[in-house]
Protein backbone atom coordinates (compact mmCIF):
# COMPACT_ATOMS: atom_id res chain seq x y z
CA UNK A 1 0.00 0.00 0.00
CA UNK A 2 1.69 3.13 -1.04
CA UNK A 3 1.70 6.49 1.28
CA UNK A 4 -0.69 8.86 0.44
CA UNK A 5 0.39 12.26 1.49
CA UNK A 6 -2.60 13.66 3.56
CA UNK A 7 -2.32 10.15 4.92
CA UNK A 8 0.21 11.48 8.05
CA UNK A 9 0.53 15.16 6.28
CA UNK A 10 0.30 16.69 10.24
CA UNK A 11 2.22 14.18 12.31
CA UNK A 12 5.63 16.61 12.10
CA UNK A 13 3.55 19.35 13.71
CA UNK A 14 3.09 17.39 16.68
CA UNK A 15 6.86 17.72 17.69
CA UNK A 16 9.67 19.64 18.68
CA UNK A 17 13.13 19.34 17.93
CA UNK A 18 15.13 19.42 20.58
CA UNK A 19 19.02 20.35 19.42
CA UNK A 20 21.46 21.00 22.57
CA UNK A 21 25.38 21.48 21.71
CA UNK A 22 27.73 21.07 24.50
CA UNK A 23 30.95 22.77 24.95
CA UNK A 24 33.66 21.55 27.56
CA UNK A 25 37.02 23.44 27.29
CA UNK A 26 39.97 21.42 28.72
CA UNK A 27 43.55 20.84 28.30
CA UNK A 28 43.57 18.12 26.08
CA UNK A 29 46.15 15.72 25.92
CA UNK A 30 48.28 13.98 22.85
CA UNK A 31 46.69 11.14 21.33
CA UNK A 32 49.63 9.00 22.45
CA UNK A 33 49.32 10.47 26.17
CA UNK A 34 45.28 9.77 25.74
CA UNK A 35 46.60 5.98 24.40
CA UNK A 36 49.23 5.71 27.08
CA UNK A 37 46.67 6.57 29.83
CA UNK A 38 43.94 4.31 28.58
CA UNK A 39 45.58 1.15 28.33
CA UNK A 40 47.35 1.82 31.56
CA UNK A 41 43.72 2.25 33.06
CA UNK A 42 42.42 -1.31 31.29
CA UNK A 43 45.20 -3.21 32.64
CA UNK A 44 45.57 -2.07 36.14
CA UNK A 45 41.49 -2.50 36.24
CA UNK A 46 41.80 -6.02 34.96
CA UNK A 47 44.63 -7.04 36.81
CA UNK A 48 42.72 -5.88 39.75
CA UNK A 49 39.95 -8.12 38.73
CA UNK A 50 41.89 -11.08 38.41
CA UNK A 51 43.48 -10.46 41.35
CA UNK A 52 39.68 -9.86 43.33
CA UNK A 53 38.90 -13.51 41.19
CA UNK A 54 41.36 -15.34 42.26
CA UNK A 55 40.69 -14.34 46.32
CA UNK A 56 37.14 -14.81 45.95
CA UNK A 57 36.27 -17.60 42.37
CA UNK A 58 32.74 -17.62 43.56
CA UNK A 59 32.01 -13.94 43.59
CA UNK A 60 29.32 -13.96 40.31
CA UNK A 61 29.18 -10.12 40.19
CA UNK A 62 33.34 -10.31 39.47
CA UNK A 63 32.71 -12.26 36.34
CA UNK A 64 30.22 -10.19 34.67
CA UNK A 65 32.57 -6.93 35.45
CA UNK A 66 35.32 -8.60 33.86
CA UNK A 67 33.25 -10.30 31.02
CA UNK A 68 32.19 -6.30 30.29
CA UNK A 69 35.67 -5.30 30.59
CA UNK A 70 36.45 -8.14 27.79
CA UNK A 71 33.67 -6.96 25.53
CA UNK A 72 34.58 -3.87 25.73
CA UNK A 73 38.13 -5.07 24.87
CA UNK A 74 36.71 -6.90 22.20
CA UNK A 75 38.22 -9.87 23.12
CA UNK A 76 34.49 -11.36 22.61
CA UNK A 77 35.76 -15.34 23.29
CA UNK A 78 36.84 -14.54 26.86
CA UNK A 79 34.01 -12.20 27.87
CA UNK A 80 31.98 -15.66 26.52
CA UNK A 81 34.00 -17.45 28.91
CA UNK A 82 33.22 -15.23 32.03
CA UNK A 83 29.41 -15.28 31.22
CA UNK A 84 29.54 -19.41 30.94
CA UNK A 85 31.41 -19.43 34.71
CA UNK A 86 29.02 -16.56 35.73
CA UNK A 87 25.90 -19.17 34.46
CA UNK A 88 27.54 -21.67 36.47
CA UNK A 89 27.33 -20.01 39.91
CA UNK A 90 23.88 -18.56 38.94
CA UNK A 91 21.81 -20.12 36.39
CA UNK A 92 18.59 -18.37 36.73
CA UNK A 93 20.16 -14.86 35.90
CA UNK A 94 17.93 -13.39 32.99
CA UNK A 95 20.70 -10.71 32.22
CA UNK A 96 23.53 -13.20 31.68
CA UNK A 97 21.03 -14.83 29.10
CA UNK A 98 20.63 -11.28 27.72
CA UNK A 99 24.41 -9.80 27.62
CA UNK A 100 25.63 -13.60 26.56
CA UNK A 101 23.12 -13.48 23.73
CA UNK A 102 23.86 -9.92 22.41
CA UNK A 103 27.78 -11.86 22.32
CA UNK A 104 26.68 -14.33 20.12
CA UNK A 105 24.20 -12.37 18.01
CA UNK A 106 27.79 -9.95 17.34
CA UNK A 107 29.43 -12.68 16.00
CA UNK A 108 26.62 -13.80 13.79
CA UNK A 109 25.96 -16.68 15.47
CA UNK A 110 21.73 -16.57 15.29
CA UNK A 111 20.96 -20.05 16.94
CA UNK A 112 22.45 -19.51 20.05
CA UNK A 113 21.48 -15.97 20.47
CA UNK A 114 17.95 -17.00 20.14
CA UNK A 115 18.37 -20.21 23.35
CA UNK A 116 19.75 -17.21 24.79
CA UNK A 117 17.26 -14.71 24.55
CA UNK A 118 14.51 -17.10 25.08
CA UNK A 119 16.22 -18.35 28.38
CA UNK A 120 15.75 -14.44 29.22
CA UNK A 121 12.34 -14.21 28.62
CA UNK A 122 11.64 -17.37 30.23
CA UNK A 123 13.39 -16.08 33.43
CA UNK A 124 12.24 -12.33 33.48
CA UNK A 125 9.23 -12.44 30.86
CA UNK A 126 9.58 -8.25 31.24
CA UNK A 127 12.97 -7.89 30.17
CA UNK A 128 12.68 -5.36 27.52
CA UNK A 129 16.03 -6.06 26.03
CA UNK A 130 15.58 -9.51 25.37
CA UNK A 131 12.16 -8.72 24.12
CA UNK A 132 13.37 -6.29 21.38
CA UNK A 133 16.01 -8.74 20.36
CA UNK A 134 13.67 -11.71 19.91
CA UNK A 135 12.03 -9.35 17.95
CA UNK A 136 14.84 -8.27 15.95
CA UNK A 137 15.72 -11.68 15.26
CA UNK A 138 12.20 -12.14 14.16
CA UNK A 139 11.89 -9.31 11.84
CA UNK A 140 14.95 -10.68 10.59
CA UNK A 141 13.79 -14.33 9.51
CA UNK A 142 10.37 -12.50 8.62
CA UNK A 143 8.57 -13.79 11.28
CA UNK A 144 6.44 -10.67 11.86
CA UNK A 145 3.52 -12.35 13.85
CA UNK A 146 5.84 -13.36 16.65
CA UNK A 147 8.16 -10.14 16.47
CA UNK A 148 4.60 -8.06 16.70
CA UNK A 149 4.14 -10.03 19.63
CA UNK A 150 7.56 -9.62 21.84
CA UNK A 151 7.81 -5.78 20.63
CA UNK A 152 3.91 -5.29 21.99
CA UNK A 153 5.46 -6.96 25.07
CA UNK A 154 7.99 -4.65 25.32
CA UNK A 155 5.56 -1.87 25.24
CA UNK A 156 3.67 -3.54 28.04
CA UNK A 157 6.55 -3.57 30.33
CA UNK A 158 7.39 0.33 29.64
CA UNK A 159 5.30 2.38 27.22
CA UNK A 160 7.68 4.88 26.86
CA UNK A 161 9.90 2.59 25.07
CA UNK A 162 11.25 4.69 21.93
CA UNK A 163 12.91 1.46 20.03
CA UNK A 164 9.99 -0.70 20.51
CA UNK A 165 8.11 2.31 18.75
CA UNK A 166 11.03 2.23 16.11
CA UNK A 167 10.54 -1.41 15.55
CA UNK A 168 6.84 -1.14 15.42
CA UNK A 169 7.54 0.98 12.39
CA UNK A 170 9.68 -0.91 10.55
CA UNK A 171 7.76 -4.06 11.22
CA UNK A 172 4.52 -2.30 9.43
CA UNK A 173 6.99 -0.72 6.52
CA UNK A 174 7.91 -4.24 6.39
CA UNK A 175 4.76 -5.39 5.49
CA UNK A 176 3.32 -2.23 3.27
CA UNK A 177 0.89 -0.60 5.92
CA UNK A 178 2.93 2.41 5.61
CA UNK A 179 0.46 4.57 7.64
CA UNK A 180 1.11 2.74 10.87
CA UNK A 181 5.01 2.79 10.06
CA UNK A 182 4.42 6.32 9.99
CA UNK A 183 2.79 7.19 13.29
CA UNK A 184 5.13 4.49 15.30
CA UNK A 185 8.31 5.98 13.86
CA UNK A 186 6.12 9.55 15.22
CA UNK A 187 5.59 7.59 18.46
CA UNK A 188 9.54 6.99 18.93
CA UNK A 189 10.39 10.61 17.82
CA UNK A 190 8.01 12.15 20.18
CA UNK A 191 9.43 9.44 23.05
CA UNK A 192 12.79 10.57 22.17
CA UNK A 193 13.35 14.01 20.25
CA UNK A 194 16.91 12.87 19.16
CA UNK A 195 16.03 9.62 17.57
CA UNK A 196 18.10 9.40 14.66
CA UNK A 197 17.24 6.77 12.77
CA UNK A 198 13.67 7.57 13.15
CA UNK A 199 13.84 10.83 11.52
CA UNK A 200 15.32 9.07 8.68
CA UNK A 201 12.44 6.73 8.41
CA UNK A 202 9.62 8.96 8.42
CA UNK A 203 11.31 10.98 5.43
CA UNK A 204 11.72 7.75 3.78
CA UNK A 205 8.07 7.10 3.49
CA UNK A 206 7.01 10.89 2.75
CA UNK A 207 9.97 10.67 0.35
CA UNK A 208 8.28 7.88 -1.34
CA UNK A 209 4.69 9.49 -1.27
CA UNK A 210 6.28 13.20 -3.41
CA UNK A 211 5.81 14.87 -0.15
CA UNK A 212 7.70 17.70 0.88
CA UNK A 213 7.10 16.88 4.54
CA UNK A 214 10.61 14.20 3.92
CA UNK A 215 12.65 17.43 3.64
CA UNK A 216 11.75 18.90 7.24
CA UNK A 217 12.41 15.23 8.85
CA UNK A 218 15.55 15.27 6.37
CA UNK A 219 16.76 18.39 7.83
CA UNK A 220 15.88 17.46 11.68
CA UNK A 221 18.04 14.56 10.93
CA UNK A 222 20.97 17.08 9.75
CA UNK A 223 19.97 19.34 12.83
CA UNK A 224 21.42 15.99 15.23
CA UNK A 225 23.66 14.81 13.10
CA UNK A 226 25.02 17.48 10.92
CA UNK A 227 27.92 15.20 8.83
CA UNK A 228 25.23 12.66 7.81
CA UNK A 229 26.20 11.75 4.68
CA UNK A 230 23.23 9.35 4.68
CA UNK A 231 20.80 12.24 5.20
CA UNK A 232 22.46 14.16 2.82
CA UNK A 233 22.31 12.29 -0.03
CA UNK A 234 18.66 11.11 0.48
CA UNK A 235 17.74 14.87 0.94
CA UNK A 236 19.44 15.32 -2.18
CA UNK A 237 17.95 12.94 -4.26
CA UNK A 238 14.67 13.42 -2.97
CA UNK A 239 15.59 17.51 -4.63
CA UNK A 240 16.66 16.05 -7.75
CA UNK A 241 13.82 14.03 -8.01
CA UNK A 242 11.10 16.65 -6.96
CA UNK A 243 11.62 19.74 -8.50
CA UNK A 244 7.92 20.88 -8.36
CA UNK A 245 8.50 23.35 -10.21
CA UNK A 246 11.51 25.22 -8.82
CA UNK A 247 14.78 25.13 -10.44
CA UNK A 248 16.30 26.03 -7.57
CA UNK A 249 16.12 22.95 -5.98
CA UNK A 250 18.91 20.95 -8.23
CA UNK A 251 21.11 24.09 -6.58
CA UNK A 252 20.15 22.07 -3.36
CA UNK A 253 20.49 19.28 -3.88
CA UNK A 254 24.37 19.64 -5.72
CA UNK A 255 24.76 21.80 -2.66
CA UNK A 256 24.27 18.45 -0.55
CA UNK A 257 26.28 16.52 -3.10
CA UNK A 258 29.07 19.08 -2.44
CA UNK A 259 29.23 18.92 1.35
CA UNK A 260 28.85 15.10 1.25
CA UNK A 261 32.55 15.48 -0.93
CA UNK A 262 33.65 17.79 1.77
CA UNK A 263 33.17 15.30 4.64
CA UNK A 264 34.22 12.15 2.19
CA UNK A 265 36.33 12.85 -0.31
CA UNK A 266 36.45 9.11 -1.95
CA UNK A 267 32.20 9.00 -2.16
CA UNK A 268 32.19 8.61 -6.03
CA UNK A 269 28.04 8.58 -5.92
CA UNK A 270 27.82 12.29 -4.80
CA UNK A 271 30.05 13.35 -8.19
CA UNK A 272 28.37 10.68 -9.77
CA UNK A 273 25.03 12.42 -9.01
CA UNK A 274 26.26 16.02 -9.31
CA UNK A 275 26.84 14.87 -12.94
CA UNK A 276 23.76 13.30 -13.85
CA UNK A 277 21.65 16.53 -12.54
CA UNK A 278 23.91 18.93 -14.97
CA UNK A 279 23.77 16.58 -17.56
CA UNK A 280 20.27 15.67 -17.88
CA UNK A 281 18.42 18.33 -15.38
CA UNK A 282 20.35 21.64 -16.31
CA UNK A 283 22.08 20.74 -19.73
CA UNK A 284 25.51 22.25 -18.30
CA UNK A 285 27.84 19.42 -20.43
CA UNK A 286 30.91 21.27 -19.22
CA UNK A 287 30.25 20.86 -15.96
CA UNK A 288 28.53 17.41 -15.97
CA UNK A 289 32.02 16.14 -17.99
CA UNK A 290 33.69 17.41 -14.79
CA UNK A 291 32.13 15.68 -12.69
CA UNK A 292 32.08 12.38 -14.20
CA UNK A 293 35.82 12.29 -14.28
CA UNK A 294 36.39 12.72 -10.50
CA UNK A 295 33.94 10.27 -9.72
CA UNK A 296 35.99 7.29 -12.36
CA UNK A 297 38.85 9.01 -10.55
CA UNK A 298 37.55 8.10 -7.60
CA UNK A 299 36.26 4.40 -8.63
CA UNK A 300 37.52 3.30 -11.86
CA UNK A 301 35.38 0.87 -12.41
CA UNK A 302 31.96 3.25 -12.74
CA UNK A 303 31.18 2.03 -16.00
CA UNK A 304 28.22 4.63 -15.53
CA UNK A 305 30.37 7.34 -14.95
CA UNK A 306 32.16 6.82 -18.39
CA UNK A 307 29.12 6.23 -20.50
CA UNK A 308 27.97 9.75 -18.99
CA UNK A 309 30.91 11.35 -19.79
CA UNK A 310 30.98 9.71 -23.04
CA UNK A 311 27.11 11.26 -23.22
CA UNK A 312 28.69 14.65 -22.38
CA UNK A 313 31.26 14.38 -25.15
CA UNK A 314 28.69 14.00 -27.98
CA UNK A 315 26.63 17.06 -26.75
CA UNK A 316 30.18 19.04 -26.97
CA UNK A 317 30.44 17.59 -30.41
CA UNK A 318 33.98 15.82 -29.02
CA UNK A 319 33.35 12.52 -30.57
CA UNK A 320 36.20 10.76 -30.59
CA UNK A 321 36.66 11.37 -26.20
CA UNK A 322 32.94 10.02 -26.35
CA UNK A 323 33.67 7.01 -28.30
CA UNK A 324 36.62 6.28 -26.49
CA UNK A 325 34.28 6.44 -22.75
CA UNK A 326 31.51 4.25 -24.59
CA UNK A 327 34.79 1.64 -24.96
CA UNK A 328 35.70 1.58 -21.47
CA UNK A 329 32.04 1.78 -20.63
CA UNK A 330 31.88 -1.84 -22.19
CA UNK A 331 35.22 -3.12 -21.79
CA UNK A 332 33.96 -2.85 -17.58
CA UNK A 333 30.53 -4.39 -18.77
CA UNK A 334 30.55 -5.58 -22.68
CA UNK A 335 26.44 -6.17 -21.80
CA UNK A 336 25.52 -2.86 -21.46
CA UNK A 337 23.40 -2.16 -23.99
CA UNK A 338 22.85 1.88 -23.67
CA UNK A 339 26.94 2.17 -24.19
CA UNK A 340 26.42 -0.28 -27.15
CA UNK A 341 24.54 1.66 -28.98
CA UNK A 342 25.85 5.07 -28.33
CA UNK A 343 29.08 3.59 -29.79
CA UNK A 344 26.96 1.94 -32.68
CA UNK A 345 25.73 5.69 -33.07
CA UNK A 346 28.94 7.34 -33.64
CA UNK A 347 30.51 4.45 -35.69
CA UNK A 348 27.42 4.95 -38.40
CA UNK A 349 28.54 8.85 -38.46
CA UNK A 350 31.72 8.14 -39.47
Known sequence: MSVQPKTFRNLSKCFAILCVLAFVACDTPTKEEAVSASQEVEESELDRMNNAIIKDPNNLGLFLQRAELFRLEGRIDEALADYERALRLDSSHAEIFHQRGNLHYLNSKIE?????????????????????????????????????????????????????????????????????????????????????????????????????????????????????????????????????????????????????????????????????????????????ATAFTEAVTKYPTYYQAYYNRGLCYESLEREEDALKDYNRSLALKPDYTAAARAKGRIVDRK
Open 112 to 288: LAVADFEKCVELDADNEGCLLKNAEIDLLLRNYKEALANINNAIRVNQNNAHAYFMKGMLYKETGDTATSASSYATAIELDPEFYDAYIQVALLYAYANDDLALEYYNSALELRPSSTEALYNKAMYLQENPKGNPLRYQDALACYRIIEEIDSTNAAASFNQGYIYLELLGHYDSA
